[in-house]
């Protein structure tokens, strides 16, 4: 048996900023992690990261206050604002603290960290490194946990908790190298597992961001917070939805639709291009929708940068310039890009209180795959890195102080029987000759949730994405596995993400359809206003056998009252 004070699953930024956080302490700590954590997708992170540093000439009066002021308001007023007011505070030591670990950001003349303006932001606030930032941060945290000598088990896969209902003891886990199931003890498990980008069929997430690991905190009786509420990115590369930066815009780029508008005129006067991402992708989808889009792909517009000219694009997006010509041949300083919304982040999440715990005494979580609630009902670009490293600190130090000076409690025996358990559930899976496939339920939950939940919504097309999922969750019971090796099993490894999968999709749909208003990212035409008398309030979703159980508490609320957003 595999034993550690502190297990961090996930080697993303935030899983690397928690673990280092319990190594510095003194804290045995060990991150299990589906990739070589550098493989990240974290790493795909491209225009930068948030903070109130107040270094260029047009935000000299710029402060924490004020960029959690913009925070709430671009959540739609669901976020905690007192979630909010720490991760702003907190965002200036983080920033800091990584310039002095060694990440590469982009500078001012006179030597300071450079910012860029971001969607929803009042000033320039965003440091960035080029249009690489998640890459750099991500590699050097990397070296940091090296430095601290965190122990990184490369290629497993996190199964299920082992709690006894009072307490987490560890967890059980997949050795993709050997097909080796293992328990792992453990006095605190933090979960760091990142997006869900793949239960959709358009997205910009990396074919790991799958949110399974959802539903294995999940179905520990831990509830999932606010999960109707996922960020479609403007601006993806049209038929491979990869990333073309928000930084594209903060640094000039124009949308312009097939009669050569720059549509945004209509949609937010003020902010333009530079609108939030809820807003700027409807007003995308109305004009493909009203005919004004290109065809291509299913219908797109156009991401123009040629008026930057090429020392400015060369200098400060190299990144986006590469993957244009590399997937569809356009070189941006001569050509625009054609760009569709894509789904790119999902709002909600694991439910945890502002230092990353969750109900279940000994199991914490961060970035992503947690909904600390600072996001609320739409994330501002530049503030998901932000929450990574500020959540991803505040989690290990809790993580930490969980561990430190106590006796272990670990219960070897409820260890033992996860273990048995979750063996005898993966020994199944391999032996079953069922007669459902694993692209067919996949493909048919991705194509459900992308047509049916996605930017604009309604009542009778979110009942009938429920009623698919929960469809297509029933006959995850007869699926078949093909391949019956133990090594490097990937039929049977993406069979189990399905599972948690359609139990994370399972939550959305619900949420969605219960939800009876338009708020951020969840826009409804049969709803179309705000309601705060009736849903200033976050959903919890609760796992049960036969599908999510839905229950409410209320938005904290510090110093700003919601009002109507305008940009």
Same mark, same amino acid.
């Given at each position: 048996m595999?034993k ?10 935030a ?13 045995d700590?060990?991150v ?30 710029d ?17 905690d604002q007192?979630?909010a ?7 200036p030591?983080?920033i800091y603290?990584l310039?002095h670990?060694?990440v ?8 300071r960290?450079?910012?860029?303006p971001?969607?929803?932001a009042? *000033? ?43 307490m987490?003891h ?11 199931i ?12 990142g ?12 074919m ?8 294995v905190?999940?179905?520990?009786g ?13 601006t ?5 939805n990869?990333?073309?930066?928000e930084?594209?815009r903060?640094?000039g ?26 807003i700027?992708s ?7 929708n009203?005919g ?35 997937f ?8 625009p ?6 789904q790119?982040f999902?709002?909600?999440?694991i ?14 979580a961060?970035g ?11 994330r ?16 290990g ?7 430190q ?14 273990a ?18 694993l692209v067919t339920?996949?493909?048919a ?17 979110m ?5 698919t999922?929960q ?11 093909d391949?019956?090796?133990?090594k490097?099993?990937?039929?049977l490894? !993406?069979?189990?993400?399905l ?18 208003e338009? !708020? ?6 049969d709803?179309?206003?705000?309601d ?8 919890l979703?609760? *796992?049960?056998?036969d599908?999510?159980?839905?229950d ?9 009252q919601?009002?109507? !957003?305008k940009?």
């Amino acid at each position: 048996m595999f034993k550690h004070q502190v297990i961090v699953i996930g080697g993303g930024l935030a899983g690397l900023r928690a673990a280092v956080e319990t190594a510095m302490m003194g804290v045995d700590t060990a991150v299990l992690s589906l990739l070589y954590p550098v493989r990240s997708h974290s790493g795909a992170a491209q225009g930068g990261v948030n903070a109130a540093l107040a270094n260029m000439p047009e935000c000299k009066d710029d402060s924490p206050a004020k960029h959690a002021y913009d925070t709430i308001k671009g959540s739609d007023f669901l976020a905690d604002q007192d979630c909010a007011e720490i991760m702003t505070t907190d965002a200036p030591k983080r920033i800091y603290e990584l310039e002095h670990w060694g990440v590469p950001f982009s500078r001012t003349e006179d030597g300071r960290i450079a910012q860029r303006p971001f969607g929803g932001a009042g *000033y320039p606030r965003t440091c960035y490194a080029a249009d690489k930032t998640g890459l750099y941060i991500l590699h050097t945290l990397n070296e940091q946990a090296v430095k601290h000598k965190v122990k990184v088990y490369n290629e497993w896969a996190a199964l299920s908790l082992a709690n006894d209902g009072m307490m987490n003891h560890g967890l059980v886990a997949l050795n993709l190298q050997t097909g080796e199931i293992a328990p792992f003890a453990a006095d605190a498990v933090v979960f760091a597992t990142g997006g869900a980008g793949r239960i959709y069929k358009r997205t910009s997430n990396a074919m790991q961001s799958t949110g399974y690991c959802l539903g294995v905190a999940y179905k520990a009786g831990i509830p999932l917070k606010d999960m109707e509420f996922i960020q479609f990115h403007p601006t993806t590369i049209v038929g491979t939805n990869i990333l073309m930066t928000e930084g594209a815009r903060g640094e000039g780029g124009y949308l312009v639709n097939n009669q050569g508008e720059r549509f945004m005129q209509k949609y937010a006067p003020k902010a333009m291009e530079l609108a939030p991402r809820d807003i700027v992708s409807r007003s995308i989808q109305i004009e493909i929708n009203e005919g004004r889009g290109f065809p291509d792909g299913g219908g797109c517009v156009h991401l123009d940068l040629r008026h930057l000219g090429r020392e400015k694009i060369l200098e400060r997006l190299p990144g986006i310039r590469d993957l244009a010509i590399s997937f569809l041949g356009i070189d941006c300083i001569e050509n625009p890009v054609p760009v569709q919304p894509g789904q790119h982040f999902i709002m909600g999440g694991i439910d945890t209180d502002k230092d990353g715990a969750t109900i279940l005494p000994g199991a914490f979580a961060a970035g992503e795959c947690a909904s600390v609630s600072v996001h609320g009902a739409n994330r501002l670009g530049g503030n998901s890195l932000l929450e990574c490293v500020v959540m991803g600190q505040r989690a290990g130090a809790a993580a930490g102080k969980f561990v430190q000076g106590k006796a272990s409690a670990i219960k070897e025996a409820v260890l033992n029987d996860a273990a048995q358990k979750t063996s005898a559930e993966v020994d199944a899976l391999l032996k079953s000759d069922g007669k459902e496939r694993l692209v067919t339920l996949r493909d048919a939950m991705a194509q459900t949730m992308t047509d049916k939940i996605g930017i604009f919504r309604e009542e009778k097309a979110m009942r009938e994405a429920l009623a698919t999922i929960q469809e297509l969750r029933v006959r995850f019971r007869h699926i078949g596995v093909d391949a019956k090796n133990r090594k490097f099993n990937l039929d049977l490894l !993406r069979t189990i993400e399905l599972g948690g999968m359609l139990d994370a999709a399972e939550s959305i749909a619900a949420g969605a359809v219960a939800r009876q208003e338009s !708020r951020g990212a969840h826009s409804r035409l049969d709803f179309k206003t705000r309601d705060d008398v009736n849903w200033m309030k976050h959903t919890l979703a609760h *796992y049960t056998p036969d599908g999510a159980r839905l229950d409410y508490e209320p938005v904290v609320l510090t110093k700003w009252q919601p009002e109507e !957003r305008k940009y």
